[in-house]
């Protein structure tokens, strides 16, 4: 007989423990834990910078002092716990949340469900005079450098496969060491394409960073309030509701998968007679390794 398990991880609760330590807080302390005592279900949704433009912080540098007083050691970890505590014991939010005793068969319709939502949703959200910008802007560059790494890093290797097959210099690595090394030689031309759902990663912000003076920073993101998105040229910003309970955003990447294929086949009508010609080469390199 099957019993059902609780899922637990090593991480404090957020709202008991900011109740618990307002005692011990310096007055901008307590101004952030009023306000997701407050807001919690907005808090949850908030990158570090719109958290701290909304509570009237100046310095990120207070949130995370504010994080780890809680007892989290980065800010991602602090907005899933939090975002488990408003939804209750879900293992996946999508629109509809995944609760730990659900069938396969429930399991495969919400996560379908939400995921064709997430689609319909972006394909209204998503603005066309934005991905003009970006096509012309991948079309007109003399090289390509796609960064995304963990689970983006799939998104972004997708983008360099795509981009090759069309006839883009582009390059991928999942090495930042490897990124850093080839970012320090940018030219005029040069495009950075950055994926990263919660905009916050530091080794690409602070690439994306270093480059914008040279290159035109390209990011696929879930916030235009993100650190990577206030970095870019172009912002491609996704609209998903969703929220793991520790696990991979699921939705996301569908969403940013579909938008790199969207990318992809712009660019190929974009580039015309020598985009199709490339793409039909390339698939007929490949044939020798299909039975």
Do not use: W
Not at 219 to 226: E, I, M, N, P, Y
């Amino acid at each position: 007989m099957n019993k059902e398990k609780n899922i637990s991880f090593d991480v404090p609760p957020v709202i008991p423990t900011i109740r618990e330590k307002l005692k011990e807080m310096t007055p901008v302390q307590e101004k952030i834990a009023r306000f997701i005592l407050k807001h919690p279900e907005e808090a949850f949704k908030m990158s570090i910078t719109k958290l701290a433009s909304s509570t009237g912080i100046k310095s990120e540098s207070t949130l995370v002092r504010f994080y780890r007083l809680l007892g989290f050691s980065n800010y991602h970890d602090f907005k899933v716990t939090l975002a488990t505590e408003i939804a209750g014991k879900s293992l996946y939010h999508a629109y509809e949340d995944i609760i730990e005793s659900d069938n396969v068969s429930e399991v495969k319709k919400k996560v379908f469900q939400g995921s064709i939502r997430g689609l319909q949703e972006n394909l209204e959200y998503l603005e066309d005079d934005i991905l003009n910008k970006t096509v012309e802007a991948l079309h007109n560059s003399k090289r390509i450098f796609c960064l995304g790494y963990a689970a983006s890093a799939a998104i972004a290797a997708d983008a360099f496969f795509k981009f090759n097959a069309i006839g883009l210099d582009a390059s991928f690595s999942t090495d930042s060491h490897v990124n850093a090394v080839m970012l320090s030689n940018l030219h005029e031309g040069d495009v950075l394409f950055c994926i990263s759902h919660t905009g916050e990663t530091k080794d690409i912000v602070v690439q994306a960073e270093k480059a914008s003076s040279t290159a035109t920073v390209i990011a696929l993101t879930g916030s235009t309030d993100c650190p990577l998105a206030q970095t870019a040229d172009i912002t491609l910003c996704t609209h998903v509701e969703e929220m793991n309970y520790r696990t991979d955003a699921i939705v996301s990447r569908i969403v940013q998968s579909t938008i790199v294929g969207t990318l992809f086949t712009a660019l190929c009508i974009r580039r015309g007679k020598e985009g199709t010609e490339r793409l039909k080469t390339t698939r007929q390199s490949l044939s020798y390794l299909k039975y």
